[in-house]
T-cell receptor, first 114, second 116 residues
Framework: KAGVTQTPRYLIKTRGQQVTLSCSPI?????VSWYQQTPGQGLQFLFE???????NKGNFPGRFSGRQFSNSRSEMNVSTLELGDSALYLC?????????????FGPGTRLTVL | AQSVAQPEDQVNVAEGNPLTVKCTYS??????LFWYVQYPNRGLQFLLK??????LVKGSYGFEAEFNKSQTSFHLKKPSALVSDSALYFC??????????????FGGGTRLMVKP
Protein backbone atom coordinates (compact mmCIF):
# COMPACT_ATOMS: atom_id res chain seq x y z
CA LYS A 1 0.00 0.00 0.00
CA ALA A 2 1.45 3.33 -1.00
CA GLY A 3 2.14 5.80 1.79
CA VAL A 4 1.26 9.46 2.07
CA THR A 5 2.86 11.46 -0.71
CA GLN A 6 3.61 15.15 -0.70
CA THR A 7 4.67 17.37 -3.55
CA PRO A 8 6.88 19.16 -4.04
CA ARG A 9 9.52 17.97 -1.58
CA TYR A 10 11.44 21.24 -1.64
CA LEU A 11 10.37 24.74 -2.48
CA ILE A 12 12.08 28.12 -2.44
CA LYS A 13 9.97 31.26 -2.57
CA THR A 14 10.45 34.96 -1.84
CA ARG A 15 8.55 37.10 0.59
CA GLY A 16 5.15 38.18 -0.63
CA GLN A 17 4.66 35.26 -2.96
CA GLN A 18 2.13 32.53 -2.45
CA VAL A 19 2.60 28.78 -2.46
CA THR A 20 0.45 25.67 -2.82
CA LEU A 21 1.46 22.32 -1.36
CA SER A 22 -0.17 19.03 -2.24
CA CYS A 23 -0.84 15.87 -0.27
CA SER A 24 -2.18 12.51 -1.41
CA PRO A 25 -3.36 10.35 1.50
CA ILE A 26 -3.18 6.60 1.84
CA UNK A 27 -5.91 4.94 -0.17
CA UNK A 28 -9.08 4.70 1.91
CA UNK A 29 -8.07 7.41 4.36
CA UNK A 30 -10.52 10.28 4.34
CA UNK A 31 -9.02 12.47 7.04
CA VAL A 32 -6.06 14.66 6.15
CA SER A 33 -4.27 16.88 8.65
CA TRP A 34 -1.51 19.42 8.10
CA TYR A 35 1.26 20.34 10.54
CA GLN A 36 4.04 22.90 10.48
CA GLN A 37 7.41 21.92 11.93
CA THR A 38 10.00 24.55 12.84
CA PRO A 39 13.03 24.45 15.15
CA GLY A 40 11.57 27.17 17.35
CA GLN A 41 7.90 26.22 17.58
CA GLY A 42 8.13 22.49 17.05
CA LEU A 43 5.19 20.65 15.51
CA GLN A 44 2.02 22.70 15.30
CA PHE A 45 -1.36 21.69 13.95
CA LEU A 46 -2.62 23.73 11.02
CA PHE A 47 -5.94 22.16 10.04
CA GLU A 48 -7.77 18.92 9.36
CA UNK A 49 -10.06 18.05 6.49
CA UNK A 50 -12.57 15.26 6.32
CA UNK A 51 -15.01 14.69 3.46
CA UNK A 52 -13.99 17.98 1.86
CA UNK A 53 -14.84 19.94 5.01
CA UNK A 54 -12.46 21.60 7.41
CA UNK A 55 -13.08 19.89 10.70
CA ASN A 56 -10.63 21.76 12.88
CA LYS A 57 -8.16 24.61 12.60
CA GLY A 58 -5.08 25.52 14.57
CA ASN A 59 -3.95 28.95 15.65
CA PHE A 60 -2.55 30.26 12.38
CA PRO A 61 -3.38 33.44 10.48
CA GLY A 62 -5.85 33.48 7.63
CA ARG A 63 -2.96 33.46 5.14
CA PHE A 64 -2.90 29.71 5.70
CA SER A 65 -5.75 27.90 4.02
CA GLY A 66 -6.50 24.48 2.68
CA ARG A 67 -8.98 22.36 0.86
CA GLN A 68 -9.77 18.75 0.20
CA PHE A 69 -11.03 17.19 -2.99
CA SER A 70 -13.54 14.41 -3.48
CA ASN A 71 -10.72 11.86 -3.85
CA SER A 72 -9.40 12.95 -0.41
CA ARG A 73 -6.33 14.64 -1.85
CA SER A 74 -5.61 17.88 -0.06
CA GLU A 75 -3.84 21.12 -0.77
CA MET A 76 -2.70 23.86 1.51
CA ASN A 77 -2.02 27.39 0.40
CA VAL A 78 0.01 30.11 2.05
CA SER A 79 -0.45 33.61 0.69
CA THR A 80 1.81 36.63 1.16
CA LEU A 81 4.71 34.55 2.40
CA GLU A 82 6.79 35.77 5.31
CA LEU A 83 10.29 34.71 6.35
CA GLY A 84 8.80 32.97 9.38
CA ASP A 85 6.82 30.65 7.15
CA SER A 86 10.01 28.75 6.36
CA ALA A 87 9.33 25.30 7.74
CA LEU A 88 8.76 21.65 7.04
CA TYR A 89 5.08 21.15 6.24
CA LEU A 90 3.82 17.69 7.06
CA CYS A 91 0.64 16.07 5.89
CA UNK A 92 -0.89 13.13 7.73
CA UNK A 93 -3.78 10.87 6.86
CA UNK A 94 -5.91 8.49 8.90
CA UNK A 95 -9.21 6.74 9.01
CA UNK A 96 -11.87 9.05 10.38
CA UNK A 97 -12.47 8.31 14.00
CA UNK A 98 -12.78 9.82 17.41
CA UNK A 99 -9.06 10.34 17.24
CA UNK A 100 -7.82 6.94 18.36
CA UNK A 101 -6.43 5.90 14.99
CA UNK A 102 -2.81 6.76 14.40
CA UNK A 103 -1.94 9.22 11.69
CA UNK A 104 0.42 8.33 8.88
CA PHE A 105 2.75 11.10 7.86
CA GLY A 106 4.22 11.99 4.51
CA PRO A 107 7.87 12.98 4.05
CA GLY A 108 7.01 16.67 4.15
CA THR A 109 7.57 19.70 1.97
CA ARG A 110 10.52 21.85 2.98
CA LEU A 111 9.58 25.48 2.27
CA THR A 112 12.27 28.14 2.33
CA VAL A 113 11.19 31.78 2.13
CA LEU A 114 13.90 34.25 1.13
CA ALA B 1 -6.67 22.68 26.30
CA GLN B 2 -4.12 19.91 25.98
CA SER B 3 -0.34 19.97 26.25
CA VAL B 4 2.64 17.64 26.20
CA ALA B 5 6.03 18.06 27.86
CA GLN B 6 9.19 16.22 26.96
CA PRO B 7 11.58 17.44 29.63
CA GLU B 8 14.79 16.25 27.97
CA ASP B 9 16.00 17.79 24.74
CA GLN B 10 18.50 14.98 24.35
CA VAL B 11 19.04 11.53 25.82
CA ASN B 12 22.37 9.76 25.47
CA VAL B 13 22.67 6.02 25.95
CA ALA B 14 25.20 3.35 25.12
CA GLU B 15 24.26 0.61 22.69
CA GLY B 16 22.85 -2.40 24.50
CA ASN B 17 21.71 -0.37 27.50
CA PRO B 18 18.05 0.31 28.29
CA LEU B 19 16.63 3.64 27.22
CA THR B 20 13.81 5.84 28.50
CA VAL B 21 12.40 8.92 26.82
CA LYS B 22 10.08 10.86 29.12
CA CYS B 23 6.69 12.37 28.34
CA THR B 24 4.06 13.99 30.53
CA TYR B 25 0.73 15.29 29.32
CA SER B 26 -2.16 17.47 30.35
CA UNK B 27 -5.72 17.09 29.12
CA UNK B 28 -9.04 18.12 30.58
CA UNK B 29 -10.62 14.77 29.77
CA UNK B 30 -9.12 11.41 28.86
CA UNK B 31 -6.09 10.98 26.65
CA UNK B 32 -5.17 9.09 23.57
CA LEU B 33 -1.36 9.03 23.61
CA PHE B 34 1.07 8.40 20.77
CA TRP B 35 4.79 8.11 20.15
CA TYR B 36 6.34 8.95 16.80
CA VAL B 37 9.93 8.86 15.56
CA GLN B 38 11.51 11.10 12.95
CA TYR B 39 14.67 10.31 11.05
CA PRO B 40 16.58 13.08 9.19
CA ASN B 41 14.73 14.47 6.19
CA ARG B 42 11.80 12.18 6.81
CA GLY B 43 8.27 12.49 8.08
CA LEU B 44 7.09 11.03 11.34
CA GLN B 45 6.74 7.28 11.79
CA PHE B 46 4.20 5.85 14.21
CA LEU B 47 5.67 3.73 17.02
CA LEU B 48 2.83 2.97 19.42
CA LYS B 49 -0.30 4.30 21.06
CA UNK B 50 -2.33 4.08 24.25
CA UNK B 51 -6.08 4.16 23.85
CA UNK B 52 -7.46 2.22 26.78
CA UNK B 53 -6.89 -0.99 28.68
CA UNK B 54 -3.47 -2.36 29.58
CA UNK B 55 -1.16 0.39 30.79
CA LEU B 56 1.86 -1.20 29.10
CA VAL B 57 1.70 -0.96 25.35
CA LYS B 58 4.12 -2.55 22.92
CA GLY B 59 4.99 -1.08 19.57
CA SER B 60 7.31 -1.25 16.62
CA TYR B 61 11.05 -2.00 16.72
CA GLY B 62 10.96 -3.33 20.30
CA PHE B 63 9.69 -0.11 21.87
CA GLU B 64 7.12 -0.03 24.63
CA ALA B 65 5.52 2.65 26.75
CA GLU B 66 3.80 2.74 30.10
CA PHE B 67 0.73 4.84 30.71
CA ASN B 68 0.55 6.21 34.25
CA LYS B 69 -2.65 8.10 34.88
CA SER B 70 -1.77 9.35 38.35
CA GLN B 71 1.51 10.82 37.13
CA THR B 72 0.04 11.82 33.75
CA SER B 73 3.04 10.23 32.08
CA PHE B 74 3.65 8.06 29.04
CA HIS B 75 7.36 7.26 28.98
CA LEU B 76 8.88 5.44 26.02
CA LYS B 77 11.22 2.55 26.80
CA LYS B 78 13.35 -0.06 25.13
CA PRO B 79 15.29 -2.78 26.96
CA SER B 80 18.35 -2.69 24.70
CA ALA B 81 19.18 0.34 22.54
CA LEU B 82 20.58 0.11 19.02
CA VAL B 83 22.68 2.71 17.23
CA SER B 84 19.96 2.75 14.58
CA ASP B 85 17.48 3.99 17.22
CA SER B 86 19.22 7.37 17.12
CA ALA B 87 16.54 9.80 15.97
CA LEU B 88 14.09 12.46 17.12
CA TYR B 89 11.18 11.17 19.20
CA PHE B 90 7.86 12.91 19.67
CA CYS B 91 5.11 12.25 22.17
CA UNK B 92 1.60 13.40 21.22
CA UNK B 93 -1.78 13.57 22.90
CA UNK B 94 -5.35 13.75 21.78
CA UNK B 95 -8.14 14.50 24.27
CA UNK B 96 -10.92 12.13 23.25
CA UNK B 97 -13.53 13.88 25.33
CA UNK B 98 -13.43 17.07 23.28
CA UNK B 99 -14.54 17.48 19.70
CA UNK B 100 -11.30 18.29 17.95
CA UNK B 101 -11.28 15.60 15.28
CA UNK B 102 -7.84 14.10 14.76
CA UNK B 103 -5.82 17.06 16.00
CA UNK B 104 -2.68 16.00 17.82
CA UNK B 105 -0.72 18.13 20.25
CA PHE B 106 2.97 17.27 20.19
CA GLY B 107 5.76 17.64 22.70
CA GLY B 108 8.89 19.48 21.73
CA GLY B 109 10.75 16.31 20.83
CA THR B 110 13.69 14.44 22.37
CA ARG B 111 16.79 13.61 20.42
CA LEU B 112 18.02 10.13 21.23
CA MET B 113 21.71 9.46 20.67
CA VAL B 114 22.85 5.86 20.96
CA LYS B 115 26.62 5.47 21.02
CA PRO B 116 28.40 2.25 20.01
Amino acid sequence: KAGVTQTPRYLIKTRGQQVTLSCSPISGHRSVSWYQQTPGQGLQFLFEYFSETQRNKGNFPGRFSGRQFSNSRSEMNVSTLELGDSALYLCASSFPSGGYNEQFFGPGTRLTVL
Amino acid sequence: AQSVAQPEDQVNVAEGNPLTVKCTYSVSGNPYLFWYVQYPNRGLQFLLKYITGDNLVKGSYGFEAEFNKSQTSFHLKKPSALVSDSALYFCAVRDWSDNAGNMLTFGGGTRLMVKP
